[in-house]
Nanobody
């Protein structure tokens, strides 16, 4: 089993930055694709970004492209989401997830394709 724990959330003003971390334990996730998703109040969970096992391939949603960057440090079993130029509409609970069945190519973006999930980190952006 894999346990994922997010950290780094908080309250920030519009235009500010935050960096989320997702620490994995239980086993190494170095061979898994990893993703970030978010869920705003009253809305469905949506894809934000994903990264291949090596970090060589990344994929972001159109809503965050150019502002958010996903990265990983396999030596630390940790994935990051750097969020810049934050907007009030970025306010949500952010979830880290692991895709153990990914076999290559572009990292996937569908919720059902991810096997392990963290508990989430709240990000609130004030206007």
């Amino acid at each position: 089993q894999v346990q994922l724990v997010e950290s780094g959330g908080g309250l920030v003003q519009a235009g500010g930055s935050l960096r989320l971390s997702c620490a994995a334990s239980g086993r190494t996730v170095s061979s898994y694709a990893m993703g970030w998703f978010r869920q705003a109040p009253g809305k469905e969970r949506e894809f934000v970004a994903a990264i291949s096992w090596s970090g060589g391939s990344t994929y972001q949603s159109d809503s965050v492209k150019g502002r958010f960057t996903i990265s990983r440090d396999n030596a630390k079993n940790t994935v990051y989401l750097q969020m810049n130029s934050l907007k009030p509409e970025d306010t949500a609970v952010y979830y880290c997830a692991a895709d153990r069945r990914w076999i290559g190519g572009v990292p996937r973006r569908e919720i059902y394709e991810y096997d392990y999930w963290g508990q989430g980190a709240q990000v609130t952006v004030s206007s």
